[in-house]
């Protein structure tokens, strides 16, 4: 299975809706990144991804985006294959 992280705050929506879909897929987030809880790895999400906005999702080293950017790949089939399925 691939490497999941995730960027995310304690109080997302949008966050607990891209865990679910991982999970319905059978995978498990394997670094979840509190960036309300420490300021400087909000700074680094933003650095690494350009916004600013959560969840930023990694599969491997590939930036998938937020929730919205997940589901579209999962609705055109291409997010089994990014995530070794």
């Known amino acids: 299975m691939a490497k999941i992280t995730m960027y995310s705050t304690q109080v997302c ?6 865990e679910r879909l991982l999970t319905s897929k059978g995978v498990v ?6 960036v309300d809880k420490d300021p400087a790895k909000r700074d680094e999400m933003i650095a690494k991804t ?6 930023q999702i ?3 080293e590939t930036h998938v985006g937020g929730f919205d950017d997940l589901a579209a790949l999962d609705r055109a089939g ?8």
């Not at 987030?29 to 509190?34: A, G």
């Open 13 to 18: 929506p949008y966050c607990v809706m891209a």
């Open 29 to 34: 987030i394997n670094e979840k990144i509190l």
């Open 50 to 55: 350009g916004r600013r906005t959560v969840p």
């Open 58 to 60: 990694f599969i491997e």
């Open 78 to 85: 291409k997010l089994d294959p990014l995530l070794g399925k």
